[in-house]
């Protein structure tokens, strides 16, 4: 078998492709990647399908060997990548010869990066994708939702592709330290909570608590009242903002659970989703309202932006 060889797996690094489409009828999550813009572009750079297999690589530390001549792109966090010890640049095409040692070192700015390879890594997929989600102990390199170790030898087919590609400036996203804007849209269920509650929400900052992880964010800050009990559980769409019964709120992400019976004020508008992954615990937020069409608009104007 042919590949990419981990040497050091780094601090988390998971197989992630599009993830698991029309499973949340029997329980089986999405997964798939968190930060879905900077993998896309990985993969786009590689003249990959956009659903091909790619390594999302928490914070860094990552060192592969390549045994295969192919191309590479690394997109993501701010790190410092290096081929036989050389600094390159991310966010464009590296050409790979079969004796490569590939390093990705600890990220200064976002915490998660992603790498593609020319093809895809050629992953047994369960339930239609190579996707890992520990808690469900799905997909990955050996199909049990483990994260890479060293040892591991990443299937991918040998590539002659060498055209260089590069992702223009103004379609990078930039990381700073400030406090994060997240834009909502509300839901059915907002109006179920007093407006002084719901001023109370976006009128406050937020951190990201320890406990978070792709399974969702748990935020700290003040707490969200909320009178109505006994709700029906009900199916859980990515970027959902539930209020515990503590009364601080959780968004739902790409492992979530498939229902839920917390109530929601709302949605996280899809771009922000990428944003979020980028925030490491510690990190504050604040959320601001986007009204269905406005989300529509801006979805538009970003794809026409980009063709």
């Known amino acids: 078998m042919t590949g990419l060889k981990v040497i050091n797996p780094g601090m988390y690094t998971l197989i992630q492709d599009s993830g698991r489409q029309g499973f949340h009828n029997i329980g089986i999550t999405t997964g798939g990647p968190f930060d879905s813009y900077s993998f896309g572009w990985a993969n786009k750079l590689c003249n990959n399908l956009e659903s091909a297999a790619c390594l999302e690589i928490l914070v860094g530390g990552l060192v592969l060997k390549s045994t295969i001549a192919t191309q590479i792109a690394i997109t993501g966090a701010d790190v410092t990548i290096k081929i036989n010890n050389q600094s390159v640049d991310g966010w464009c095409t590296h050409n790979i010869s079969a004796g490569d040692q590939i390093s990705i070192g600890y990220a200064t700015a976002g915490c998660r990066s992603y790498l593609a390879v020319a093809g895809g890594i050629q992953c047994p997929l369960i339930f239609g994708s190579a996707s890992t989600v520990k808690r469900e102990k799905l997909g990955g390199l050996h199909k049990n939702g483990q994260a890479l170790a060293q040892g591991d030898l990443l299937p991918c087919n040998a590539s002659q592709e060498n055209t260089t590609r590069t992702v223009a400036e103004r379609y990078r996203p930039q990381f700073d330290n400030d406090i994060a804007e997240i834009r909502v849209i509300l839901g059915y269920q907002h109006n179920q909570f007093e407006p002084d509650q719901l001023n109370h929400f976006f009128d406050n900052d937020y951190t990201i608590s320890q406990q978070s992880d792709r399974m969702g964010y748990r935020l700290e800050g003040s707490a969200i009242e909320f009178s109505h009990n006994n709700m029906i559980s009900e199916g859980i769409c990515l970027g959902a903002i ?25 949605s996280v508008f899809s771009p922000d989703i990428a944003k979020l992954a980028q925030l490491m615990p510690g990190r504050k937020i604040r959320f601001k309202t986007i009204d269905l069409k406005q989300a529509q608009n801006l979805l538009q104007q970003s794809a026409q932006s980009i063709i």
């Open 242 to 266: 539930q209020i515990t019964t503590d009364g601080q709120p959780i968004i739902l992400l790409c492992d979530r659970q498939t229902i839920g019976g917390y109530p929601k004020l709302g």
